[in-house]
């Protein structure tokens, strides 16, 4: 097909979202080398991630970008290359996150640096969705989802909690610090674990590098902040099953989750390959079918749109710091993270992606559960 004959079909396809080639907005795309237009069409959000990577387009406002392109149903009815559709027929038939595979798939993104997490996130170190209700930073927002999760919990003192990916051991750390219970937290990074436990010496924290599959003891409480994207949907019944082989029969499942608007079996190519391997953003459907018979759902709490604000303050955070990483990580890789931080935040703005928190029960609260916000 002629290269004008390729141009001219992206150029009419952005143009329906408002998205102009070589326009005057912020979030029009300036292209610089023309071979962007086949790779586009022949390989669709993969094809699109790469070539920013590689420096054949810009935009002032990759997160508007997104929101748009997202809003206007581009991403959903691109064209797809035969190496997405061969990993959306694999993932359909091979469980992408055994034991093993899964501590692999996860240290490729959270092992390839304390340092860059330590520069990009708040003070405590927490990789997950800020509850901006009242906060004026990222660090009171992170705060006060953490202390939001506490009050879920009803957290007591002396009580035990399991942290099921507990990360750099922020909620451990914190559910320690101020309401006084002991925590056991399980990670399969290396690398987070052992800053874990460096971050919560002195406290009735116990830091496993563990398998969340392998955990055998009752706890009074459970949480899961984060963790539920990387167990694949072949996992989610195991998932949920275990939590509830882990939890008292009075004690409550605290399950935050990024979710999405509709069920998929295989995870976004782009973020697949570069940033979050064989991770998959679950639907209601999907986690609500594995909970069957297994918990009941006292609380569902949406605030997806402060993903949206929180992946942009990282993005603030990562620019402002990039002097101090560049010596270490280079300039495709600083292309692939602010792709990364500024699409995701432009899919949670077009409300494609949402922010869910489950209160979970094994058998239903006497009286019901009173909704905390």
Same mark, same amino acid.
């Given at each position: 097909m002629?290269?004008?004959?390729l141009?001219?079909?992206?150029?009419?396809?952005?143009?329906?979202?408002?998205?102009?080639?070589?326009?005057?907005n912020?979030?029009d795309?300036?292209?610089?080398?023309?071979?962007?237009?086949?790779?586009?069409?022949?390989?669709?959000?993969?094809?699109?991630?790469?070539?920013?990577?590689?420096?054949?387009?810009?935009?002032?406002?990759i997160?508007?970008?997104?929101?748009?392109?997202?809003?206007?149903?581009?991403?959903?009815?691109?064209?797809?290359?035969w +190496?997405? #559709?061969? =990993?959306?027929?694999?993932?359909? &038939?091979?469980?992408?996150q055994?034991?093993?595979?899964?501590a %692999? *798939?996860?240290?490729?993104?959270y092992?390839i640096g304390?340092?860059?997490?330590?520069?990009?996130?708040?003070?405590?170190?927490?990789?997950?969705?800020?509850?901006?209700?009242?906060?004026?930073?990222?660090?009171?927002?992170?705060?006060?989802?953490?202390?939001?999760v506490?009050?879920?919990?009803?957290?007591?003192?002396?009580?035990?909690?399991?942290?099921?990916?507990?990360?750099?051991?922020?909620?451990?750390?914190?559910?320690?610090?101020r309401?006084?219970?002991?925590?056991?937290?399980?990670?399969?990074?290396?690398?987070?674990?052992?800053?874990?436990?460096?971050?919560?010496?002195g406290?009735p924290i116990?830091?496993?590098?563990?398998?969340? +599959?392998? #955990?055998? =003891?009752?706890?009074?409480?459970? &949480?899961?902040?984060?963790?539920?994207?990387?167990?694949?949907? %072949? *996992?989610?019944?195991?998932?949920?099953?275990?939590?509830?082989?882990?939890?008292?029969?009075?004690?409550?499942?605290?399950?935050h989750?990024?979710?999405?608007n509709?069920?998929?079996?295989?995870?976004?190519?782009?973020?697949?390959?570069?940033?979050?391997?064989?991770?998959?953003?679950?639907?209601?459907?999907?986690?609500?079918?594995?909970?069957?018979?297994?918990?009941?759902?006292?609380?569902?709490?949406?605030?997806?749109?402060?993903?949206?604000?929180?992946?942009?303050?990282?993005?603030?955070?990562f620019?402002?710091?990039?002097?101090?990483?560049q010596?270490?990580?280079?300039?495709?890789?600083?292309?692939?993270?602010?792709?990364?931080?500024?699409?995701?935040?432009?899919s949670?703005?077009?409300?494609?992606?949402?922010?869910?928190?489950?209160?979970?029960?094994?058998?239903?609260?006497?009286?019901?559960?009173?909704?905390?916000?």
């Amino acid at each position: 097909m002629a290269e004008n004959s390729l141009e001219q079909q992206v150029t009419d396809m952005l143009a329906t979202a408002g998205i102009h080639v070589n326009g005057p907005n912020p979030w029009d795309i300036q292209v610089h080398d023309n071979c962007f237009y086949k790779r586009v069409l022949s390989q669709g959000s993969l094809g699109l991630g790469e070539s920013y990577m590689d420096g054949w387009w810009d935009c002032h406002r990759i997160d508007e970008f997104a929101n748009k392109a997202i809003r206007a149903d581009l991403y959903r009815n691109a064209r797809f290359g035969w +190496r997405t #559709v061969l =990993e959306v027929l694999l993932a359909k &038939v091979i469980n992408l996150q055994p034991k093993g595979k899964a501590a %692999r *798939n996860a240290q490729r993104h959270y092992d390839i640096g304390n340092g860059l997490y330590q520069r990009m996130l708040d003070k405590r170190l927490v990789y997950s969705c800020a509850y901006w209700k009242d906060a004026g930073n990222l660090d009171q927002a992170q705060e006060h989802k953490l202390d939001l999760v506490c009050r879920k919990l009803r957290l007591q003192p002396g009580q035990r909690v399991l942290d099921i990916g507990c990360g750099w051991g922020s909620f451990a750390r914190y559910a320690a610090e101020r309401y006084g219970v002991e925590v056991v937290g399980i990670t399969v990074s290396k690398e987070q674990a052992a800053l874990a436990r460096e971050l919560c010496k002195g406290l009735p924290i116990v830091i496993r590098l563990q398998d969340y +599959r392998d #955990v055998r =003891e009752q706890f009074d409480h459970v &949480v899961s902040i984060g963790m539920a994207e990387h167990v694949g949907y %072949r *996992n989610h019944r195991t998932y949920m099953q275990t939590a509830a082989r882990c939890l008292k029969d009075d004690g409550l499942f605290l399950l935050h989750t990024i979710g999405v608007n509709f069920s998929k079996t295989s995870p976004d190519p782009f973020i697949d390959k570069y940033i979050f391997p064989n991770c998959l953003i679950p639907s209601l459907r999907q986690l609500t079918t594995a909970m069957e018979h297994v918990f009941v759902v006292e609380d569902l709490h949406n605030f997806g749109p402060d993903y949206d604000r929180t992946l942009m303050a990282w993005h603030q955070n990562f620019n402002r710091h990039w002097p101090e990483l560049q010596g270490e990580y280079g300039e495709r890789f600083n292309r692939m993270w602010n792709y990364y931080l500024l699409s995701s935040a432009g899919s949670f703005r077009s409300r494609n992606n949402q922010l869910w928190q489950f209160v979970l029960s094994k058998k239903g609260i006497p009286g019901g559960y009173e909704a905390v916000r």
